[in-house]
């Protein structure tokens, strides 16, 4: 698939932009702060209906205006689509396509993208929760329903909390644990469903995140990740928290329930003195190491970094795979500047196959000539005419 057009009305530092976008390699220059990661947030935005950098939608409509418009039109074989949203300070946000209303929550279905971005250096230095969601992205965008069971899972988790803690207040009654056991079983249902997802996810990324780590930094670096499961906390020889990676552990939904169950059990006093859900999904961890540590706390910022985008290149790897819309198109904001001479080489090596790749950086030299070839300056919320 590919952006053939975008459009832009009123969305952050632009109050228009037509940019024409091309298959392969896109590039946008300009110096700090003139537009380059707002263009490519709004494609990340119709294809997430997020944003890698803020969580409020408020932040995307240019100052001063009311709405914000991304147009986008899109290519994948013979068809065309345009796909169109509206962004508005008051009231529901609005997405067309081909000029009939859709629901917002479907538009995703029609575009899919991979964006990778600085701030993706905080999945491997940051906090569980940013891997967690790294996961939970790629499994919405493989299979939409998950979104649903990961709502209900938040939702049952919340409960189950509020009565741990209320139970913990009031003192245990009788009644209350009949309901706490309630809560256990859809717990522990959703919570499976999700554990087996994840755990099918990460044995996939697996090879690919090897393979991509080893086509940017060679041969001789060895980049693999395992799921770590809260359930198996008492089982470390199930458990995938190992340099050697993989392990014959829980495969299936049925195995995580039985595990869950008696996780639950062994720790039912302890969740009730601290008020909280102590094990699931939402306590889980992706451990990532390079060539036999722990990335996080031993790799340096270039690897870290090298690492970040091998996570991202992996998943567009699952993506592609699988898609009958075509490659989903890949963006890559500010990555070159940060890449030693090898590395920026070898990554443009690794990309050269997706239908579409979409690249900022602010000095033109960082990126390799061989992604040059259709570049966009851009200056102050203006698309300067390409370079020849
Ligand atoms: N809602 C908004 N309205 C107007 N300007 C905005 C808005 N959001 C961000 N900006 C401006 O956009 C600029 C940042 O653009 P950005 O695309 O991040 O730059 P870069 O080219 O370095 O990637 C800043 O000057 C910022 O003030
Ligand atoms: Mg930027």
Known sequence: MIVSQLNLTDFRNYSTADV????????????NGQGKTNLVEALGYLSTLGSHRVSSEQAMIRQGQDAAIIRARLEN????????VQLNRVG????????????????PRYFSSVLFAPEDLALVRGEPSGRRRFLDELLVLRNPRFSGVMADYDR??????????????????????????IWDDRLVTLGSEL?????????????EVTAAYERIAGEDHHAILTNQLSILADHPELDGDSPEGDRG??????????????????LRRNEL??????????????????????????ASHGESWSFALALKLASAELLRRESAAGDPVLILDDVFAELDQSRRGRLAGAIAGFEQVLITAAVFDDVPPELRSHTVQISAGTIVEPKP
Not at 92 to 107: D, G, H, T, Y
Not at 164 to 176: E, N, T
Not at 252 to 263: K, L, V
Request: net charge positive; aromatic share 2%; proline share 3%.
């Open 20 to 31: 024409s976008l091309r298959p392969g390699a896109n590039l946008f220059v300009g110096s």
């Open 249 to 266: 552990g829980i495969v299936t939904a049925i195995e995580a329930a039985t595990h869950f169950r008696n996780s639950l059990e062994r």
């Open 77 to 84: 074989g013979d068809r065309q689509l345009l796909v169109e």
């Open 92 to 107: 529901a946000n609005r997405a067309q396509v081909n000029r009939s209303v859709i629901k917002m929550r479907e538009l």
């Open 156 to 181: 049952v988790l919340k409960q189950r909390n509020t009565l741990l803690k209320s139970a913990r207040s009031a003192g245990v009654k009788g009644s209350q644990l009949n309901t706490l056991e």
């Open 195 to 207: 554990i087996e997802a994840r755990t099918t996810v990460v044995a996939e990324l697996l090879p």
């Open 273 to 298: 003195d601290r008020g909280v859900s102590l094990v699931g999904p939402h306590r889980d961890d992706l451990i990532l190491h390079l060539n036999g540590m722990p990335a996080r706390g031993y």
